[in-house]
């Protein structure tokens, strides 16, 4: 069964940085694309980034330019470094492979506010 553990979000102001990360298991994780996903409060979770296994990235349009996405094979990690940041990026951020398997299991999500 697939594990996702989330960490690294917390308060930030307008404009800060943070740095997520997650740690997988339960899947042989150099042969997925891991993506990084969010959830606002009455919003749907969306898809903010991911990396597919060749190590190549892909963005939303609403982080292009602000958030970096990479992964650790040895480690089954992959962290969002998260710039430039903005009150419309608070949510709670999850990661898993994408795509989403149909009996989707999510992890605990780590949640990032962005406040003034």
């Known amino acids: 069964q697939m594990r996702f553990v989330e960490s690294g979000g917390g308060l930030v102001q307008p404009g800060g940085s943070l740095r997520l990360s997650c740690a997988c298991s339960?899947?042989?994780?150099?042969?997925?694309?891991m993506g990084w996903y969010r959830q606002a409060p009455g919003k749907q979770r969306e898809l903010v980034a991911d990396?597919?296994?060749?190590?190549?990235?892909n963005y939303a349009d609403a982080v292009k330019g602000r958030f970096t996405i990479s992964r650790n094979n040895s480690q089954k990690t992959v962290t969002l470094q998260m710039d430039n940041l903005k009150p419309e990026d608070a949510a709670v951020y999850y990661c898993n492979i994408n795509p989403l398997p149909s009996n989707v299991d999510w992890g605990q999500g780590t949640q990032v506010t962005v406040s003034s």
């Open positions: 990396i597919t296994k060749d190590d190549r990235p």
């Open positions: 339960g899947l042989i994780f150099r042969l997925y694309t």
